[in-house]
């Protein structure tokens, strides 16, 4: 496996220093240093870096390797209550089965006359989340829905010609990051918290800040704190008297049982379709944004959207939409580019979604919401132990507050971690206002028996 006293990465292609050195002398340089002269001195790693030795076997990959996942605890083996914008949902193993298949796993970009299915499969995916959102524009999948938020801004400031948002309410913390990072440079970003006592978004706050200078109003239903947003068409009607957008994240698993954004006024509608049959996988997931048929806000879409159009033959066919608003089509003067699409996970959200059916998803909602409610009821028994935090209604994520107990959230989820259960998200840092706070996610794959459990856990931790 070695040449010249260096190692060829069986993993790595084209590491063969024989193999480097044709490369090098056909493009005409004489190292891979010469490649990276615009890079400053000061910013390169000088030497080696400290790293193992590598494995040159897939046996010895295999049993270096082993070892360390097994020190991972997951939702196999323990009880979750873990949420905050990575879920754990059922995913029905035809979903797995399907994009598994050679065609649809290995077929990154592709065209038309080589991609097998794929445009086919992902304008069937556009069509039922536009169905869900009750739209008639879905994009293909962006990186995620943080991105897809970002993004949906960015079209927002675009489309009305101004240079300022407003992020309303409790958003999620890493999100608020992406988001910011986004828009860094472009757009300026006002914040609006959320109402002491409701948890939704303080409307006052927003009228003061809501201006001419404006471009959109961002809200995300339900919030990061679990609160459904009931004030939806109020934001709506004030953004849109100062001439501002209304965009909403939402969580796409709710709506079997709450109105879509468009009903209450969204001009702009983004989330996340991790929730719709995609695995945890460290957070992987896909963002999708959806509006209205309206050419002026299609038109600034930089995202890929697949519809049906006529051959020259007379038959129909499956093809991107506006391909001149692209970066692809228009690299030295985007609007803004493409990025990474999430299209395998697209068609895993499709094909969920079409085994789910409309019924599915009420289903799924209901649920979802029983189980929460019952761990609320639950929980509420325990004495120090409060849920009700907000006078709102919520869905599947909810504050327990322990400030009474005179214990913290992270001696609890230490504790309760001992027992075999990932208790709720510690916000005391990111919310320093509710104190010993952890934010809790039921999810249908929560039975009753564990809710019951992680109850008992609790009161012997509290005992």
Known sequence: MCCNDKIVYPYIPNSSPKTQREMLDFIGVESIEDLLVDIPQELRINGD?????????????YRHMIPILEKNTSVREAISFLGAG???HQVPAIVDEIISSGEF???????????????????EYQSMMAELLDVDVCNVPTYDGAQAAGTALRMA?????RGSVILAGAINPDRKKVIETYLDSVLSIRTVGYDSETGLVDMEGLRQKLDKDVAAVYVENPSYLGSIETQGRFIADMSHEAGSLFVVFVDPSSLGVLQPPSRYGADITCGDIQPLGIHMHYGAGGGFIATSDDPAIVEEYPSRLFSLA???????GFGDVLWERTSFANRDNAKEFVGTHAALWGIAAGVYLATMGPKGMEELGRGIMQRSLYAKRLLSSLPGVKVDRFKSISFKEFIVDINATGKTIKELNGYLLEKGIFGGKDISSEFP???????????????????ETLVEAIRGFLA
């Open 157 to 161: 400031s675009r489309i009305v010609g």
């Open 49 to 61: 870096m400290d790293l193992p030795d590598p494995c040159l076997s897939e046996a010895e990959l």
């Open 86 to 88: 990575c879920y754990d």
């Open 433 to 451: 206002e509710l104190g010993q706070a952890a934010l809790y996610c039921v999810t249908e794959m929560v039975s009753p028996e564990d809710i």
């Open 105 to 123: 796993l290995t077929a990154y970009a592709g065209e038309p006359y080589e991609d097998h299915g794929r445009f086919q499969a992902l304008f």
């Open 310 to 316: 006529p051959t020259s033959h007379g038959e129909w």
